[in-house]
């Protein structure tokens, strides 16, 4: 089992900008999918991000994040950044990172998700 911590998560005024991190410890994460997943108050838990294992040369970016949000990884570091910018209200989530069983190079499958972190959280204010 993976284990994996998020941090970064803060308040922000809209416009302003945000980096996750995702750090795995116990094992090292250069090949493994990671995806970034949110999850607001009273809403269902949402895919945000997903780059696939070793160079990260695939990435799924969801359509409301798209040319704001950039996931990117540094497996000499073993973590996984997701840099936000451009903050809107509508980003105000607990964000979550997670990963797939070890065959899976790349998934944006929510369901193939298994081990998954505590949860960094991110508030945009108008």
């Known amino acids: 089992q993976v284990q994996l911590m998020e941090s970064g998560g803060s308040s922000v005024q809209t416009g302003g900008s945000l980096r996750l991190s995702c750090r795995a410890s116990?094992?090292?994460?250069?090949?493994?999918?990671i995806g970034w997943f949110r999850q607001a108050p009273g809403k269902e838990r949402e895919r945000v991000a997903i780059?696939?294992?070793?160079?990260?040369?695939?990435?799924y970016y969801a359509d409301p994040v798209k040319g704001r949000f950039t996931i990117s990884r540094d497996n000499v570091n073993n973590t996984v950044y997701l840099q936000m910018n451009s903050l809107k209200p509508e980003d105000t989530a607990t964000y979550y990172c997670?990963?797939?069983?070890?065959?899976?190079?790349?998934?944006?499958?929510?369901?193939?998700?298994?081990?998954w972190g505590q949860g960094t959280q991110v508030s945009v204010s108008p």
């Open positions: 997670a990963t797939p069983l070890p065959d899976q190079i790349f998934t944006s499958l929510p369901t193939d998700f298994r081990d």
């Open positions: 116990g094992v090292s994460i250069s090949n493994r999918c």
């Open positions: 780059i696939s294992a070793g160079g990260g040369r695939t990435t």
